[in-house]
């Protein structure tokens, strides 16, 4: 998909003309399309492939026992099939998401109960599984030292003096989500507007996504191409803007509209698992958009990120 660019940290932590080249394409491939293919990340690629592995023993586990960790969207712990659909973002009725997921977040507590119940949950962990944790974590850990890297980046492909997101970032909310897929003989055939994941951006700031290739894959929208497969390389990650920096570029960087494809007939034991870490800010954090001539519209009212984000994830929640 050539409206993807594709981008070397490696060549940014030069700096230099190497760096400012980096820079610029981060600024264009954002404007085409919200989405970018990241190379140097650092990222050690045993780690996700680990974590993969560990997911796929939790999935393949006896709905019966997952149900011990059931939560609804927004939670810590699995989310069962049939509890998400993520075209409801968009105002559209679609079944449900063909999906489960396990998830996890931020549990750094603030001593705010309401804000703890709603941003710091305490994070589950299945007995079944006991490597899940270790390894889970450290991969958050990564997930968002790398995350902080991507918006240094991106205040610097604006050019702007300072990188705001250092202060709106000291105790962000995050949620990983390993979403696992399964095959068209398991789920049957898809319902009429029926995806994995139906068509939606993202709600924060930073998407990371380590994902595997399928024939029912990732699919990226832009103006200039609709619905393309995103690309796809192994030693790359997969990175897309949420609304929340796309509301704080003034609209000059689209927020990445992606949907992941149903089970293909022509590949009914496709089986995948995805690795998706969101990033968002301190729940409290004031964003406020920039004005033109950065900003592409006229500049609107600070937004708190806690509430941004609620009136999504409702949105997508089933029951």
Not at 55 to 66: N, T
Not at 112 to 139: G, I
């Amino acid at each position: 998909m050539s409206g993807i660019a594709s981008v070397d940290l490696a060549s940014w932590r030069a700096g230099g003309d190497a760096a400012r080249a980096v820079e610029h394409e981060v600024d264009e491939g954002l404007r085409r399309a919200g989405f970018l293919l990241v190379h140097g990340h650092g990222i050690d690629p045993a780690l996700p492939g680990a974590v993969r592995a560990a997911a796929r023993r939790f999935f393949a586990l006896p709905d019966e026992v997952k149900q011990r960790y059931a939560v609804t969207v927004g939670g810590r712990g699995w989310i069962g099939p049939g509890r998400e659909a993520n075209g409801y973002a968009e105002g559209t009725e679609t079944p449900p998401d063909l999906k489960e997921t396990f998830a996890v977040g931020a549990d750094t507590a603030t001593g705010d109960p309401a804000v703890d119940r709603m941003w710091f949950l305490p994070n589950v962990w299945p007995a079944e599984v006991v490597e899940l944790r270790a390894l889970l974590t450290e991969y958050t850990a990564a997930m968002r030292t790398l995350s902080d890297e991507l918006l240094a980046l991106f205040a610097a492909a604006l050019t702007l003096p300072a990188n705001p997101f250092a202060d709106l970032a000291a105790l962000p909310t995050w949620t990983c989500n390993i979403n696992h897929y399964p095959p068209l003989t398991d789920v049957g055939a898809p319902e009429p507007g029926q995806f994995r994941i139906g068509p939606h951006t993202d709600f924060g700031t930073v998407t990371v996504l380590d994902r595997e290739p399928g024939a029912g894959g990732l699919q990226v929208y832009t103006e200039a191409e609709g619905w393309a497969d995103a690309p796809y390389d192994p030693a790359a990650l997969t990175v897309n803007i949420g609304d929340l920096l796309a509301y704080w570029s003034g609209a000059r960087w689209p927020s990445g509209r992606h949907r992941v494809l149903p089970p293909q007939p022509d590949a009914p034991e496709e089986d995948l698992v995805s690795l998706i870490y969101f990033y968002e800010l301190d729940h409290d954090a004031v964003v406020t958009p920039l004005a033109p001539p950065i900003g592409l519209v006229e500049q609107g009212p600070p937004v708190v990120s806690a509430d941004f984000l609620r009136i999504r994830l409702d949105a997508i929640t089933i029951g």
